[in-house]
């Protein structure tokens, strides 16, 4: 029988919150959880407009396949991946349209490198130093199955080492840049943001030749409710709607939380929302940690806005990711774009009404400043119209099949993500940029004893594999 010897007090039931709450249970704590909106999940979220669901969390969810530990092992002891939400491996990733030209990206490492190679001989020197630099690099990302992975990890360790310190110093875009064919070179932009290392993206696509980088059936809405009932099973508590005023310290240790101006005591707290935001408000005095104070400042963040469209239409025929190269640039939200990145929703169930599809167009970049000034000034709402109605023109002169089919409408801003998620000028995980070491925040601050954080912020880069590693590295330390 468990014991119930000492409380902790988790704040935020987000994917770092729900596994802090899960593991901290397991070794015998009396475990709360206070989250300031009505459900769980954070940043892994989704909502339904008018019988349309939109994902606005995940796209592709690193650990799960079972080689890319301890990620996998968290999503299933945390009950994140369970018979309800089997994992879908899209091959292609997603299809590139550039006027008459058409590419995949195949997770198949040497098809990519085929499909690349002959579509634009010019590029092949480099097409081949791509596929060599995602199998180097592929030989240690995931566990070792035995003892002929550790021999490839031994063999390739004196070309592992320099080559991983170049990928860390070399931006996205400046590798991108030495392939000559334009198309190639916007295909494989269109992978992830351009302003993260080269590191990020050959791990992204080792991912997927790996057989990870899968979406779970039902997405983000199912993770975050399988979570939460492993976690209520577990015996833990959770209370939606109330938002912590402040982790209240005596004499150098953690006394509880403070809520609606009443002290909940707890012997732990665990700080799982957004580390920037939490650092700025939660405490009366900052914390005199180094991390702490660098990270109170602000961290190198990814944003987007998601507009995401509920179509009268079916549209099973289309790709379920698409990359659409614009034949002109558009400026949105004071950023310019090039690719329209559209996802599909229609084949997966539950996101639309029969014969209908759900639709998201993702618009990555920091346009928090835009969005914050129109806030301030009042023309927010009229300025998200515009925006709107912008992208609508352009994505029907693309997929004229949509034209008077768009029943909903609904975009999110980084204001959005601020105001629902906590998040930190709106940004939904941190970046890795070119130049910097590994960033880490620690689990255990070194200042008040009982504290502990969890989350997307104390690792770059950061998302949701980072949130649930965290939290059970938070609980461990208790």
């Known amino acids: 029988m468990l014991k119930m010897s000492k409380k902790v007090i988790v704040i935020g039931a987000g994917v770092a919150g729900m596994s802090a709450a899960y593991y901290s249970r397991q070794k015998g704590y009396e475990v709360t959880v206070f989250e300031q909106g009505n459900c769980s999940g954070g940043v892994a979220t989704s909502w339904v407009r008018r019988g349309y669901t939109f994902d606005g969390g995940i796209h592709w969810l690193v ?264 034949k002109e640039p558009i400026v949105l939200a004071g950023r310019s774009y090039t690719t329209l990145w559209v996802y599909r929703y229609n084949g997966k169930e539950g996101y639309a009404p029969d014969g209908c599809s759900s639709l998201t167009v993702l618009f990555q970049g920091d346009t928090y400043d835009y969005w914050k000034a129109a806030k301030d000034d009042g023309t927010y709402t009229t300025r998200k119209q515009e925006f709107t109605q912008e992208v609508l023109r352009l994505l029907e002169s693309y997929l004229p099949e949509i034209t008077e089919n768009v029943a909903v409408t609904d975009l999110a801003t980084p204001i959005t993500y601020e105001r629902y998620c906590g998040c930190y000028r709106g940004g939904y995980m941190g970046m890795w940029y070119p130049k910097q070491q590994p960033y880490h925040a620690p689990v255990k601050s070194s200042t008040v004893r009982g504290l502990r954080f969890a989350g997307m912020r104390t690792f770059m880069s950061g998302g949701m594999p980072v949130s649930v590693q965290s939290g059970y590295k938070a609980a461990k330390s208790l």
Not at 91 to 104: A, I, N, W
Not at 271 to 281: G, I, K, Q, W
Request: net charge positive; hydrophobic share 40%; proline share 5%.
């Open 63 to 326: 650990g799960t396949s079972p080689r890319f530990q301890p990620f996998h092992k968290r999503w299933v002891e945390t009950g994140a991946l369970q018979v309800n939400n089997p994992v879908v491996y899209a091959d292609p990733v997603f299809e590139f349209r550039s006027g008459d030209t058409t590419l995949h990206l195949w997770r198949d490492i040497d098809r990519l490198a085929q499909e690349l190679a002959d579509f634009a001989p010019e590029d092949r020197k480099a097409v081949l130093a791509l596929r060599r630099h995602v199998r180097i690099i592929g030989t240690y990302m995931p566990a070792p199955q035995g003892f002929g992975d550790r021999l490839k990890q031994i063999y390739r360790l004196p070309v592992f080492v320099p080559l991983i310190s170049r990928l860390i110093w070399t931006s996205t875009e400046k590798y991108i840049g030495r392939f000559k064919n334009p198309h190639i070179r916007e295909m494989l932009s269109s992978i992830l943001s351009l302003e993260q290392n080269a590191l990020s993206l050959i791990g992204t696509l080792v991912g997927y030749t790996m057989g990870d980088n899968g979406y779970p059936t039902g997405g983000s809405r199912r993770l975050a409710d399988n979570m939460e009932q492993t976690v209520l099973k577990a015996g833990c508590r959770i209370v939606y709607r109330t938002k912590v005023e402040k982790v209240c310290i005596e004499n150098g240790r953690v006394k509880g939380v403070m809520v609606n101006g009443k002290l909940h005591p707890a012997d732990y707290v665990i700080v799982a929302m957004d580390t920037c935001t939490a650092l700025r408000t939660l405490f009366d005095k900052p914390l005199q940690e180094r991390w702490a104070r660098k990270l109170a400042k602000g961290m190198d963040s990814e944003h987007c806005s998601l507009l995401s469209l509920g179509v009268k239409k079916d549209l099973s025929y289309l790709p379920s990711t698409l990359r659409i190269h614009l």
